[in-house]
């Protein structure tokens, strides 16, 4: 089941192809449910047919957005390759190791863009480049409630300069994309599932596009969950960004008018205009 918020609330997506509103008893804290699921089921085995198509915003309410770095081989190569002259490359090969994952804060909602609406890239940056990720929506007790497209954007420049430069790296207005929508699932998604990006300059030339899939993810989602809530409590639930299969190569930097499309197979599409 697919839900996406609107700048009318919550609709959920039914079997004839339309939208439903989900009853607005419960659009407040919908996404913190800790059976939504069920909840879901219930309505979608209740509506009436019809259709609804308000403008979708960011399918997020009141949670923080927090990210994994280095889950997929490619990523640690390239995070590698942009700290050697830091002497920081190590560390990077270190945690794509490690029992303990990299986890680190990213967004909150004010920061936080949906689908249509425009990211950004630091005024004092010239190395840009989008994430795109498998982000998680979690309850407040830990539990994967169901999936979405994220990007987290990054300065490559920046995070190269040195490691403790990260947050500067990733966490500014505009940084992070969440949406079209969430798919809720009481079922893992299958390590086959794809992952898409394209990157369209002058509104027609496609100057990047590249794929991978979850298989290639070295770590499992629910363990960085599990480790995301040692010693973290979230009253309001959390997303969590899984990392990037995906890196542009080192040529390459995002421009202002760049449009990103990211595509996880049986979610959506999220799409952004660069700012």
């Known amino acids: 089941m697919r839900i996406y918020r609107t700048q009318a609330g919550w609709e959920l997506e039914a079997d004839h192809g339309g939208r439903i509103p989900v009853p607005p008893q419960a659009a407040g804290r919908l996404t913190t449910r800790e059976d939504l699921f ?15 198509s308000h403008a979708l915003v960011a399918p997020i309410e009141e949670q923080e957005v927090w990210a994994a770095g280095v889950t997929y081989f490619r990523s640690r190569t390239a995070r590698m390759a942009e700290s050697e002259a830091s002497g920081g490359m190590s560390f990077y090969d270190r945690v794509y190791h490690a029992e303990r994952p990299e986890l680190f804060f990213k967004s909150m909602p004010h920061r936080t863009v949906g689908p249509g609406a425009p990211v950004r890239i630091r005024h004092d940056s010239k190395w840009n480049v989008p994430e795109p990720e498998l982000t998680l929506l979690v309850s407040p007790r830990g539990k994967i409630l169901g999936y979405t497209v994220g990007n987290d954007m990054s300065s490559r420049d920046i995070e190269g300069e040195n490691p403790l430069y990260l947050p500067q790296a990733k966490v500014y207005d505009g940084s992070c994309a969440l949406g079209p929508g969430i798919l809720v699932a009481n079922q893992p998604l299958a390590p086959e599932t794809g992952i898409h990006i394209e990157i369209r300059r002058a509104g027609a030339a496609v100057v990047f596009a590249d794929s991978t899939t979850l298989a290639t993810m070295k770590r499992n989602p629910a363990d960085l969950v599990e480790y995301l809530f040692r010693e973290n409590s979230f009253p309001n639930g959390c997303f969590l960004l899984t990392g990037t299969g995906i890196v542009p190569p080192n040529s390459f930097t995002l421009a202002s008018g760049d449009e990103i499309a990211i595509t996880i197979d049986g979610i959506g599409t999220l799409n952004n205009p660069v700012a």
Do not use: F, P, T
């Open 38 to 52: 069920e909840y879901l089921a219930g309505i979608e085995g209740e509506a009436a047919a019809g259709s609804h």
